[in-house]
T-cell receptor, first 112, second 112 residues
């Protein structure tokens, strides 16, 4: 099955700095890569996603890049704010999005 | 649109007792998932339903866990008997075909 690895496990940045979280996947058939944000005690919520036919996608302060050859994808958050503090999960999916495999999560702490 | 509903929100039981969780997916979502999220880890798929049929239950500990989805809508997940290592958040999610996951708020289970 698919194996998704996520790094780093924790990340601490100063408010206003950028944050980058990286994930690798093992199955070259994976074709959809969502990112979820989970605040303490709350449900994971989709923040951005990318399909394998696109190399980069941006939504305001967040962006995701995908390198299919190297089988890795990254989440970039610019101008970080304290409310960005949360756990972020990457995931990989294939077969028309029916199966999702999650990374182990990155706890992001944005210091004011 | 209404989100994925789960109950109860919290549950504390003693080991060897039984417990059941309930999930109501977003209306019209054919695919329903149960994930187990142990503290500090990413969600791990337990079982996936497509309408009322099981698509994947390969990681479900079938000696103690069971799940059903009656009439292709609501679902229940049961643990009997519970072990200490079952302490986790149990997340229900649903999706349309070719669509990202929508998670419920989860049930936090503590086994003492």
């Amino acid at each position: 099955g698919e194996n998704v690895e996520q790094h780093p496990s924790t990340l601490s940045v100063q408010e206003g700095d950028s944050a980058v979280i990286k994930c690798t996947y093992s199955d070259s058939a994976s074709n959809y890569f969502p990112w979820y944000k989970q605040e303490l005690g709350k449900r994971p919520q989709l923040i951005i996603d990318i399909r394998s036919n696109v190399g980069e996608k941006k939504d305001q302060r967040i962006a995701v890049t995908l390198n299919k050859t190297a089988k890795h994808f990254s989440l970039h958050i610019t101008e970080t704010q304290p409310e960005d503090s949360a756990v972020y999960f990457c995931a990989a999916s294939k077969y028309n999005f029916n199966k999702f495999y999650f990374g182990s999560g990155t706890k992001l702490n944005v210091k004011p | 649109e209404a989100g994925v509903a789960q109950s109860p929100r919290y549950k504390i039981i003693e080991k060897r007792q039984s417990v059941a969780f309930w999930c109501n997916p977003i209306s019209g979502h054919a695919t329903l998932y149960w994930y187990q999220q142990i503290l500090g880890q990413g969600p791990k798929l337990l079982i996936q339903f497509q309408n009322n049929g099981v698509v994947d239950d390969s990681q479900l500990p079938k000696d103690r866990f069971s799940a059903e989805r009656l009439k292709g809508v609501d679902s229940t997940l049961k643990i009997q008997p519970a072990k200490l290592e079952d302490s986790a958040v149990y997340l229900c999610a649903s999706s349309l075909v070719n669509s990202p996951l929508h998670f419920g708020n989860g049930t936090r289970l503590t086994v003492t």
